[in-house]
Every structure is written in C-alpha cells, then in structure tokens.
C-alpha cells in the first residue's frame, strides 16, 4: 500500500511556498464541505444506531505519504460501524519532539468520523491500519509511514493509559487543531475550549498549508 519509488506528491523541502504562521483564523483559501456532500455522508448514518462523533489525526513521514494518508482514510471507512464525515486538507510540519532536519517531514490531516465502535476498539482498528501499513515503533518521535491518533471521541475525558481522552497533547499541537479548525470551526476540545482559539494560542508551532495536495473523501 506504500511505495517505495519517489512519489510525485512527497516533499520534504519547506524553501516554498513561505510557511504560514497562525493566528485567529485558518486560510481563507479552504473551502467548506459541499452541502451536497455532507447531505450524502449523512444518509449513509441510516446504518449505524446512535453513532458518535470521533477525530482523527493522521500523519505520515516516510514512503508516499499522501497515498499512505489516503489508504488510512479508505481502511477507516471501510471498518464495519464507522463512516467518514469529513476529511480536512492536507498539512506539512517538521517532526514533533526532535532536532530539527533529523527526519523527513510530515504531511498531515483530520478525518471526522461517526462510529458505532467503542473509544477501545477504534483504538484497535487504529494500529491495525498502522500496522498494515508498516508501522515501525522503534523510538518514541521516530519517524513513520502512517500515524493514527484518536483526538476526541464524542465528550469523552478519561486518564486511562492504555487511550487517553481528548488526545493529551491535542491543544499544542498546530497539525491537528489547524485540519480541524478547518473542517469544524465551531469545533470543542474537551477541557480545553474552543479550537480555534488554542489554534491562535499556539506558538512558535508553523504548519504549511498544501494546496497542491488532496485527499479524497470515500465514496
């Protein structure tokens, strides 16, 4: 599902375009999801009971990252009680908890999805997509080809250790409250507030805005 051939879409060079520092509001150039769009993934939660709304992050550094980010957001959809709601656009950002230069960069999004599933067994399909897609943890911040973080699930706040809910470093975090300011403006971080306001709080933190990357949203 990766490839090991240089991708026309990989990129580790952050010489251009300039990155972009945030502030109180996400790019303007981002577009919210079609009406149309959103009114079909809503008819296909005709087939989940009482479903709740989880966030994903999604984050890739090494193989093609934006065919392995688009591979974990099929394999998600395909999980029997899940169904991807919205999937932001596409971020790169230097590797987080290292020297800088040490590891290729990172491209990464949000998908928000609705489930069926309980916080422990979408923990499970989480490493299971990580490991079908050759996840390798060999160091804490090591490099990797597909990370998959629950950020929220529904109102959750939990300290257990095995998944700690909301994601603990959530609100520092600029490559996942930017994707998700995105595509949730008015979106809650549970016991942190509003996202775009910890956005605009978070600093010296730079993502770059990829416009010239996509991911889709299943069919």
């Known amino acids: 599902m990766t490839s ?6 990989s990129s580790s060079s952050f010489s251009s375009p300039p990155l972009l520092s945030w502030g109180t509001q996400s790019d303007p150039t981002v577009q919210p999801v ?15 009971s009482n479903p709740k709304q989880a966030v994903i992050s999604l984050g890739s550094n090494l193989g093609n990252r934006l065919e392995t980010l688009q591979g974990a957001i099929d394999a998600l959809e395909d999980t029997p009680g899940l169904r991807v709601k919205a999937v932001s656009p596409v971020y790169e950002t230097e590797p987080w908890g290292v020297d800088p230069g040490s590891q290729p960069s990172y491209l990464n999004a949000v998908v928000v999805i609705k489930t069926t599933l309980p916080p422990s ?16 943890r060999a ?3 090591g490099p990797r080809t597909i990370d998959v973080d629950i950020v929220t699930y529904a109102d959750v706040v939990s300290d257990d250790p095995e998944l700690t809910l909301p ?35 978070v600093s010296p933190q730079q993502v770059l805005h990829r ?9």
């Open 34 to 48: 079609p009406a149309s769009v959103v009114e079909q993934v809503d008819a296909a939660d005709v087939t989940l």
């Open 167 to 201: 994601h603990p470093r959530a609100h520092q975090r600029a490559f996942v409250l930017a994707p998700w300011y995105d595509v949730d403006p008015e979106a809650q971080l549970p016991g942190r507030g509003p996202v775009g306001q910890l956005l605009a709080d």
């Open 139 to 141: 160091e804490r911040w």
């Open 211 to 219: 416009a010239d990357l996509e991911l889709r949203l299943p069919d």
């Open 4 to 9: 090991s051939s240089p991708s026309p879409f």
């Open 121 to 136: 067994s979408l923990l499970e399909r989480g490493q299971a997509i990580e490991e079908a897609f050759d996840r390798v």
